[in-house]
């Protein structure tokens, strides 16, 4: 019994394995499954061009029909057509791309990829410091603590942006998924500089909660030295930020002059300024008596002509990679009267 079922199956088969042989051999047309379409990007802004590209392993795609359209209108068709360039929609619209290949033989494969657009801004900010009322904006420096601010632009189908704090975030790090900072209403992302200050690309992708948009941003971060840069301290107008001195100085008729150290980038210890370690170097003799002050008088002798350099070091007591050197040079000049030359900054 057991034999004559083995047979009885065994028949069957063949006898299965012939029909299908006899329907290929008719050359009939058959639909099969196995078009895959990629595109360049999978977060376009609105208005970039996006490449797609179409490959099959069930058909020679190079050498069929390839027929590419969008809605009822066909924007492309050829042999061996693989790629298309397509201009991705307006935020917030939405745009279906249909492809259909068919070989020789009749063999046709198909399918459609949808492309949505929008944009993520992303703003670096440092704890590093700065004067007050400082406009700028100052690089990373090392041992920096760095916040990263997400200001994406995703919208619906009317157009209208979606609040950033009812969007998710994913953070990433050299392409490494930061978990624990990424998820719901997660705008923002703070990093802590570390002793090995290697240049890192950070990315973030923002989707809706029912993944209907995502869009992506990222931003290099480098690191750099602190500076120092010296202002011109007046006694009547205070601080003059809004112009730094040179690295030549003239003395002229005031006869004095304040020059007010600013480091910037530094991380501040609580007790401020005062709390990071100054060399002040006039004419490479160091001035201990300077060593917790931001800033120098300098005043030119009454009857002699000459000048002297101006050195200054800074030093974090607790970042060892924050430190910074800078300079100028002082000079004045005796008039035939007795009197100094007129002020001139340079």
């Given at each position: 019994?057991y034999?004559?079922f ?9 006898f ?7 329907v290929q ?11 895959d379409l ?8 609105p ?13 020679d ?5 390839v027929?590419?359209?969008i809605g ?6 050829g ?11 307006a935020?917030?619209?939405k ?19 949808t492309?949505?657009?929008?944009s993520v ?5 440092n ?10 904006k100052?690089?990373v ?13 995703l ?5 209208q ?23 719901y209403?997660?705008?923002s992302?703070t990093?802590?500089?570390?002793l ?14 029912d993944?209907?948009?995502q869009?992506?941003?990222i ?5 750099s030295?602190p ?15 809004n112009?730094?001195m ?10 004095e002059?304040s ?5 910037y ?28 002050s931001?800033?120098?008088t300098?005043r030119?002798p ?5 000048s ?8 974090s ?7 910074a ?19 001139s900054?340079?």
């Amino acid at each position: 019994m057991y034999r004559q079922f083995l047979k009885i199956f065994s028949l069957t088969s063949i006898f299965i394995l012939a029909a299908s042989l006899s329907v290929q051999a008719q050359g009939l047309p058959m639909a099969v499954v196995g078009l895959d379409l990629t595109a360049s990007t999978n977060n376009p802004i609105p208005g970039q061009s996006v490449t797609i590209t179409a490959q099959s392993f069930s058909i020679d795609i190079n050498s069929a029909k390839v027929v590419w359209s969008i809605g009822s209108k066909i924007i492309g068709s050829g042999i061996g057509l693989t790629k298309m360039v397509v201009t991705a929609p307006a935020l917030g619209q939405k745009k279906t791309v249909d492809v259909v290949a068919a070989d020789s033989n009749g063999l046709s494969v198909s399918n459609s990829i949808t492309l949505g657009s929008g944009s993520v801004d992303l703003i670096v900010e440092n704890d590093g410091y700065v004067p007050p009322f400082f406009l700028g904006k100052t690089p990373v420096v090392y041992q920096n603590s760095i916040k990263i601010v997400a200001m994406p632009h995703l919208a619906d189908a009317s157009g209208q942006e979606y609040n950033p704090a009812n969007l998710v975030y994913k953070w990433s790090r050299n392409n490494s998924v930061l978990a624990d900072q990424s998820g719901y209403d997660r705008q923002s992302i703070t990093i802590q500089g570390g002793l090995v200050p290697r240049d890192f690309l950070m990315s973030v992708t923002v989707s809706t909660r029912d993944g209907s948009g995502q869009a992506q941003g990222i931003i290099p971060i480098s690191f750099s030295s602190p500076q120092i840069v010296f202002y011109r301290n007046d006694p009547l107008y205070g601080p003059m930020f809004n112009s730094a001195m040179g690295d030549k100085i003239i003395l002229g008729s005031q006869k004095e002059l304040s020059a007010l150290a600013v480091p910037y980038g530094f991380n501040l210890p609580n007790s401020g300024i005062g709390g990071l370690n100054l060399s002040w170097l006039i004419n490479n003799i160091l001035h201990n008596e300077l060593s917790q002050s931001g800033e120098v008088t300098l005043r030119a002798p009454a009857d002699t002509g000459g000048s002297s350099n101006i050195s200054l070091q800074i030093e974090s007591p607790l970042d060892i990679l924050q430190r910074a050197n800078a300079g100028f040079t002082v000079s004045w000049a005796k008039n035939s009267n007795g009197n100094t030359s007129a002020a001139s900054f340079q």
